[in-house]
């Protein structure tokens, strides 16, 4: 047990009375227990130093800070509600800020619950750690801030020699921000692939934004338990141009490293391919290919042929003789697959009406003062953006960011000029208008520097290009300011992704860096251009520098 009484402070949103009277409560009670516990209410009147700068003092000289987390504290904490006080909007900012500056190394923030709350209301960047509903786990949160573990690790013996494999676990797909809806049949036939139907692959085509990389993540966190070995990878870019250069060799040599295996041994893209798939096979690891389409020839007029020779064997061995199961998310069919048994092709298609409409009122999307109902205004809206995803999920947040979440005031959002796929317009339009709303802001700027990336990057790779100082991109903006970028698209604005495990990544969907990345080109030739110089030269150098040692 710790010597030193731990000191810890409660972030919460005064929804109601009751709630109040509840957090005071707990608040109380750690008091009792000898935890030197602060909340506002303690405050006669108000500190001397004032508010802003006690709540700051508060969480940086605390041991632990607890956040009550309901649907209007997370409403707060993202700077979504506007009404009542703004004290947890700027708690949420100090908070993002801290962990942003440890790397996400979490020894201090702890999400709590109260009874009959929702996972969903805790902040995305704490969701990947631990969290306590209250009053009913009081006793673990109290083991925890006074540092009494439950169970105590016994004394280590004597190394055992056992024959048992190490599980296979690659886990490259992203997570992606809002809930999940719908895709009933879609999910049954993974579960019943998984079990052993007779599925050997299973291709999801559809277009980008659809949502072909978020039932994958669903089906998988579901689940998690029955799937002991697994590669799961994604080829991050979901654009067809024919200029994008991907290799397929990343793929290989993390999936020879998970089995332990030197992939430089191989010779030919035949042998390696040959070698994998006697691999999976005897393992039963399920494999999953996430975005596919780089490794494809894809255009008007191209029948999604594979250009990979190694990827081509590797499926087409698969198809014919792998013992668990291979998932693919495409733009366009594999050719190489196509009349193979035991290969099920699923064109998947837009949500219905009615989970595009559940997906906005999760978001905070509500219906405008009009004559009609407000399912009525939300069918409407779905229907005109095709009930498109992507495109619903960029919208719901404008609205609920930009325009108190009414429904009514999207026609507020302009038109989209220009040639853009039919499937992917909408998106594009939202995406138009958040350029036109985040004008001279660094969060602009950053959603132009990810546009120079077909695939997650890391925070050091954008470090090197702030202090490279380019012009109308980086120039000028302050090392603060370009931190709160990054935490506001991400808490804000749900334009960057998450991966689990790699919270020092920042990712965002592939159609968004596609029209982030042209535009950049487009409107700013000479910024584009320094900033592949740089990239070029922090490469260069960083693979000089592997290769000395």
């Known amino acids: 047990m710790q010597n030193q009484k731990p000191k810890v402070f409660i972030s919460y949103s005064h929804d109601s009375l009751d709630h109040r009277d509840f957090v005071r409560r707990i608040a109380d009670r750690l008091c009792q227990d000898g935890i030197d516990c602060r909340i506002d209410d303690y405050i006669n009147g108000f500190p001397p130093e004032g508010w802003l700068r006690w709540m700051e003092n508060q969480i940086e000289t605390a041991n632990f800070v607890l956040l009550m987390c309901t649907e209007n504290y997370l409403r707060h904490y993202r700077g979504l509600e506007t009404e009542g006080g703004k004290g947890v909007n700027f708690e949420g900012l100090v908070i993002s800020q801290i962990l942003y500056e440890h790397y996400y190394k979490n020894t201090k923030f702890i999400p709590v619950l109260p009874e009959q709350g929702d996972r969903n209301h805790i902040p995305i960047s704490l969701r990947p750690y631990s969290n306590y509903c209250l009053p009913s786990q009081y006793e673990d949160v109290y083991r925890v801030l006074t540092g009494q573990a439950k169970y105590i690790q016994p004394k280590l013996g004597d190394i055992r020699e056992l024959g048992s494999e190490c599980p296979i676990f690659i886990d490259r797909l992203p997570t992606v921000a809002g809930g999940f809806f719908g895709r009933k049949e879609e999910l049954q036939l993974l579960d019943n692939a998984l079990l052993g139907d007779g599925t050997r692959i299973m291709q ?18 579901k689940q998690d338990a029955a799937i002991t070995n697994r590669i799961i990878w994604s080829f991050y870019s979901q654009g067809s141009a024919e200029d994008k250069q991907v290799s397929a060799s990343p793929f290989f040599v993390d999936a020879f490293n998970a089995f332990g295996i030197d992939y430089s041994q191989f010779k030919t893209e035949e042998e390696k391919a040959d070698a994998l798939v006697k691999l999976l096979v005897d393992s039963k690891t399920l494999l999953v290919l996430d975005g596919l389409e780089p490794l494809q020839y894809v255009g008007k007029g191209i029948d999604g042929r594979l250009k990979d020779r190694a990827i081509t064997r590797l499926l087409q061995r698969l198809a014919s003789q792998h013992s668990s199961l291979c998932i693919i998310t495409t733009r366009i069919q594999v050719y190489e697959l196509l009349d193979r048994n035991n290969v099920v092709s699923i064109n998947l298609q837009n949500l219905t009406v009615e989970d595009s409409i559940r997906l906005l009122k999760a978001i905070g999307v509500r219906g405008g003062q009009a004559y009609q109902s407000e399912n009525d205004q939300l069918k409407d809206a779905v229907k005109e953006y095709q009930c498109h995803a992507l495109a619903l999920h960029l919208l719901g947040n404008a609205l609920c960011t ?14 989209l000029i220009g040639d853009y796929n039919v499937t992917e317009h909408h998106a594009f339009k939202v995406m138009a208008a958040y350029e036109k709303w985040l004008e001279n802001t660094p969060e602009l700027q950053l959603l132009y520097l990810l546009g120079s990336f077909d695939h997650p990057v890391e925070i050091e790779v954008l470090e090197v290009l702030w202090k490279a100082q380019i012009f109308n991109l980086t120039k000028d903006i302050p090392h603060k300011a370009w931190l709160n970028a990054i935490i506001n698209l991400r808490e804000r604005h749900h334009l960057l992704s998450i991966h689990e495990g790699y919270l020092n990544l920042i990712d965002c969907h592939p159609l968004i860096r596609q029209y982030f990345g042209k535009q950049l080109q487009k409107k700013q030739p000479d910024a584009w251009k320094k900033t592949h110089e740089n990239l070029y030269f922090y490469y260069k150098n960083k693979l000089c520098t592997r290769q000395n040692h």
Do not use: M, S
């Open 204 to 221: 999801f085509i559809a277009a980008g934004g659809t949502g072909k990389t978020k039932l994958l993540r669903h089906w998988l966190n």
């Open 402 to 415: 930009y325009y108190d979440g009414d429904i009514l005031k999207r026609n507020k959002i302009d038109e």
